[in-house]
């Protein structure tokens, strides 16, 4: 895990909101303010609510310093101090490195919760989860070339600017104004809503194979749902266009990146486990997939992320 201890932060956070009952709420890396204006503590995460007729207040304290070995009691100190200035009912440490000695006698004394989350071997989730990587399978539309054709009926002019425009424009300039949203986006994204419109044109694509030649045309016929090309002599309605371009399906192994176990510190039961693939790209941005088991349940939750890291 991330050494600066948000992964764990976000780890802990997803399987307390999973677990957590309606009418409480979870927060990370809450701050706190003086009445300067000055922050002088931040909570790594924290579940407050209203809890029958009591108000709950949870700080759950998180702490990844594998470089610095066990827990120390002096940061158990430091949650008691925070329980006491702040108010919290409950205070939870979490580490990845386990508790010192004198932590652990210092921790029950004082009765702050502590928990781990620890790495585990593959074999630990065969009840669960036999695969060891997973396949990912995705789609390229690549568009080469787009032919626009508007009504004869068009002044001169305009059919003049239009060209004028096309000839300066590459193909990922966004010039398609949609009538019914407004919104403007580039052929390219026209092309793959009208590839995927169709629906079958990937069913004879080979995986990992050469890409497949398409020419596709698409009429735009419909007064309230068209294309609208924005230039200089005023609006040109767009009545088809002549689109030529590739599709590709390519295969790629995601390997497990990550195995570990979110667990009470006193107890072998688990309270979840996590298997985190390596990053892979999701809808064109870098995204990691988690498989989340609660114990207590049994269930199952798929959870994709942005690695911290990503920018």
């Known amino acids: 895990m991330a050494s600066d201890g948000r992964q764990l932060e976000t780890l802990v956070a997803f399987v307390e909101k999973t677990l957590t009952p309606q009418g409480l709420t ?4 809450e701050r706190v303010l003086n009445d300067e204006g000055v922050q002088i503590a931040e909570f790594d995460v924290e579940v407050t609510g209203k809890f029958g007729s009591t108000e709950i207040r949870w700080l759950i304290e998180c702490r990844d310093r594998p ?3 066990s827990a120390p009691g002096s940061w158990i100190e430091q949650l008691v101090g925070r329980r006491a200035r702040f108010g919290f009912n409950k205070v939870t440490a979490v580490s990845t490195t386990g508790f010192a000695a004198g932590a652990v006698d210092f921790a029950k004394r004082e009765k702050i919760e502590l928990r781990e989350v620890a790495s585990l071997n593959p074999e630990a989730f065969i009840p669960w989860l036999s695969m060891r990587t997973m396949e990912q399978l995705s ?3 690549s568009l080469e070339q787009a032919k626009i054709v508007v009504d004869a009926t068009e002044p001169d002019n305009r059919k003049h600017a239009l060209e004028s425009l ?3 424009t590459p193909l990922d300039a966004p010039i398609l104004r949609s009538t019914k949203t407004g919104k403007c986006g580039p052929l390219a994204h026209a092309f793959l809503s009208s590839v995927e419109a169709v629906g079958n044109l990937f069913d004879d694509v080979i995986v990992n194979g050469p890409a497949k030649h398409i020419d596709l045309n698409v009429d735009y016929t419909s007064d309230d749902d068209h294309f609208a090309i924005d230039t200089t002599a005023g609006a040109v309605r767009v009545r088809s266009i002549a689109y030529v371009g590739e599709l590709q399906l390519k295969s790629t192994t995601v390997p497990i990146l990550e195995i570990a176990e979110y ?3 006193d107890s072998e039961s688990p309270i979840s486990q996590v298997v985190s693939f390596a990053p892979q790209e999701i ?4 995204s990691s997939l988690e498989l989340h088991r609660i114990a207590e349940t049994g269930e199952i939750h798929l959870r994709i992320h942005r690695p911290l890291d990503a920018d």
């Not at 979870?26 to 890396?29: D, E, F, G, K, L």
């Open 283 to 286: 809808l064109g941005v870098s």
């Open 67 to 69: 470089g610095q070995g």
């Open 166 to 168: 096309l000839a300066n």
């Open 139 to 141: 789609r390229t539309v």
């Open 263 to 265: 667990r009470r510190f």
């Open 26 to 29: 979870v927060s990370t890396n």
